[in-house]
């Protein structure tokens, strides 16, 4: 231009073109700019509501098995042994033969003593004889002395030879019961040589081998246990025994109590018995060491699964907690001795709670104080969430899974 107030056009197109890349440039700066300062999406947590119903309290104790009727087999007699007539840890009938002791010492006594009584009663067999010819005697010369055609010295001689007959019948009879009692003695213990089952039951180890010497100070040869059913002993504390027994403060309810408790065996494996258990009785005294008393339970074992000896846990509800607000254990944290729960509200905001907790049901934890029914709580995500922040709240899967 020739006065130089109006730009040339290529210097004008080219302040237009960088004024426009440059408002461009600036748009695109300021957008992307605010696009990072919201970009974090709110943390995904799962969420469960807090329940409330109706839970059974359980109480949980050791439990050890042991034989309903457990039956030491014992030697009665002192001999070896001959053989052994069982498989050990199988099942056993009564009186079925276990154990034989060498029988001949025990027949030759047997042969003996009826000897011996059979010798008694010819012995009185004579005497009676005797006794007869002296009572004939007595019989003579009781007339003939009336008469004085005998003398009475002859009527006393022949009366004190009947009594003296008589007594000599009398020592025969007691020695011929004597000789009865020997035979029947050496019948026992020839019975005694065969050692057999006293009950139905699983026989156990044998505890002496066959040639061994056996008396009745040798201890139990082996032993036979019923084990169906099976008795399992557990030991509450003395506090809850008799918390079970405030509750039902009648004999009548206590005793309906018992009879409808139903009792629960997880198995040293972690299992559950598929089997429930009745309570059978109570010890008689509460040991003073352990501050506990021994109950009894009773386990139908049609298959003799359990054993004598075994562990388990005896489980059973002690006491029913009418509306219970329940949440997942894994929604509660402890911190420096108290508990806490991360709640969301309906705005999906966070805010931790302190709550007080009750007795644990299952994977789930009563809340006895801070927690109202229908509240929201976090139970996975519960790391990544502070107070106020802002979530997006899942369905806890396992509950989720329940349903």
Do not use: H
Request: glycine share 10%; with cysteine.
């Amino acid at each position: 231009m020739a006065n130089g107030l109006i730009p040339e056009p290529k210097t004008f197109v080219a302040n237009w073109a960088y004024g426009l890349a440059l408002v461009f440039v600036i748009s695109l700066t300021t957008g992307c700019t605010g696009k990072g300062s919201g970009s974090l999406p709110p943390a995904t947590v799962e969420v469960a509501q807090v329940e409330q119903r109706d839970v059974p309290i359980y109480g949980e104790w050791i439990g050890t098995l042991d034989g309903f009727v457990n039956a030491d087999v014992r030697a009665q007699v002192t001999g070896y042994l001959l053989r052994q007539g069982y498989l050990e840890g199988a099942f056993v009938k009564k009186g079925q033969l276990l154990f034989e002791i060498d029988p001949r010492p025990f027949r030759a006594a047997l042969d003996q003593a009826q000897g011996q009584l059979a010798q008694a009663k010819a012995i009185l067999a004579t005497d009676e004889a005797v006794q007869g010819r002296t009572q004939l005697d007595v019989n003579r010369y009781t007339p003939l002395a009336k008469e004085q055609a005998a003398s009475q010295q002859d009527l006393d001689n022949a009366i004190q030879n009947n009594l003296a007959a008589l007594a000599t019948i009398e020592t025969a009879k007691a020695q011929i019961k004597t000789d009865e009692a020997a035979v029947e003695t050496a019948k026992i213990n020839l019975d005694f040589t065969r050692l057999i089952a006293p009950i139905d039951g699983i026989a156990g180890q044998a505890l002496l081998q066959v040639g061994a010497l056996v008396s009745p100070a040798s201890g139990p040869v082996t032993s036979v246990s019923t084990v169906d059913p099976i008795k399992v002993y557990f030991n509450p504390s003395e506090s809850e025994y008799l918390d079970w027994n405030k509750r039902y403060p009648t004999l009548k309810s206590l005793e309906a109590a018992d009879k409808s408790l139903r009792l629960q065996l997880i198995l040293a494996d972690g299992s559950t018995y598929a089997r429930e258990g009745t309570f059978d009785f109570a010890d008689r005294q509460v040991n003073i060491g352990t501050g506990a008393i021994r109950l009894v339970g009773r386990f139908p074992n049609p298959g003799n699964i359990l054993r004598p000896g075994g562990y388990g846990r005896v489980r059973t509800a002690v006491r029913t907690q009418k509306d219970a607000l329940l949440v997942p254990q894994r929604a509660v944290s402890e911190l420096q001795g108290g508990y806490q729960v991360a709640v969301v509200d309906g705005e999906n905001k966070v805010s931790i709670r302190p709550v007080k907790v009750g007795d644990r049901v299952g994977t789930e934890w009563i809340v006895a104080e801070g927690l109202k029914q229908g509240e929201r709580v976090i139970v996975e995500g519960v790391q990544k969430v502070g107070p106020g922040m802002q979530v997006n709240p899942k369905p806890f899967a396992a509950e989720t899974k329940a349903r």
